[in-house]
T-cell receptor, first 112, second 115 residues
Framework: DGGITQSPKYLFRKEGQNVTLSCEQN?????MYWYRQDPGQGLRLIYY???????QKGDIAEGYSVSREKKESFPLTVTSAQKNPTAFYLC???????????FGSGTRLTVV | AQSVTQPDIHITVSEGASLELRCNYS??????LFWYVQSPGQGLQLLLK??????LVQGIKGFEAEFKRSQSSFNLRKPSVHWSDAAEYFC?????????????FGKGTMLLVSP
């Protein structure tokens, strides 16, 4: 079945370490997105990519980086510059965005 | 820039009763509107979407939503709630150019279903 796979489901890291969250899709979607979810805050856009080798900053890109070397993959790196990295991270993909997103099941990152 | 307001943080409904979740949006042009549902610790699932045409749209799981341009609203309804509907619900508005769109989400409404 087609879908989006995020791994790992839970991730623990020490403060000051960079960490990379994986997102893979086999839906043949052009666009991919990373959102951060905090309790009571809804979803906030970190980065998005409409095509391979191109991506744009979202509303809260500081302290994060991404790459889009393959259509299927859009990994997110949470760097040590991100002041409050503990959150639930959601990856999504779509054909154009206007058709709506398909979401992965998320990665819960805890930094201690 | 577009924005979405979901005025109710929590709503409690008795099983079998009707449900309406409120959503107000701000966007200068014709919006693309969505409702998603999220179970704890999971991703979001699309319930329904509105692009144009009939202002009453039907979705999955017996949900429907009505687009009212004059009120900038896109409220979600269900005539009879089941215990399995307990979850968090997000309204979203899409905006973009060149045929692509990013979605802006509201902060969500947590639905609790009482027996």
């Amino acid at each position: 079945d087609g879908g989006i796979t995020q791994s790992p489901k839970y991730l623990f890291r020490k403060e000051g370490q960079n960490v990379t969250l994986s997102c893979e899709q086999n839906l043949n979607h052009d666009a991919m997105y990373w959102y951060r979810q905090d309790p009571g805050q809804g979803l906030r856009l970190i980065y998005y990519s409409q095509i391979v080798n191109d991506f744009q900053k979202g509303d809260i890109a500081e302290g994060y980086s991404v790459s889009r070397e393959k259509k299927e993959s859009f990994p997110l790196t949470v760097t040590s510059a991100q002041k409050n990295p503990t959150a639930f991270y959601l990856c999504a993909s779509s054909i154009t965005g206007m058709d709506g997103y398909t979401f992965g099941s998320g990665t819960r990152l805890t930094v201690v | 820039a577009q924005s979405v307001t979901q005025p109710d943080i929590h709503i409690t409904v008795s099983e079998g009763a009707s449900l309406e979740l409120r959503c107000n949006y701000s966007y200068g042009a014709t919006p693309y509107l969505f409702w998603y549902v999220q179970s704890p610790g999971q991703g979001l699932q699309l319930l329904l979407k509105y692009f144009s045409g009939d202002t009453l749209v039907q979705g999955i799981k017996g949900f429907e939503a009505e687009f009212k341009r004059s009120q900038s609203s896109f409220n979600l309804r269900k005539p009879s709630v089941h215990w399995s509907d307990a979850a968090e619900y997000f309204c979203a508005v899409g905006a973009g150019n060149s045929g692509y769109s990013t979605l802006t989400f509201g902060k969500g409404t947590m639905l609790l279903v009482s027996p």
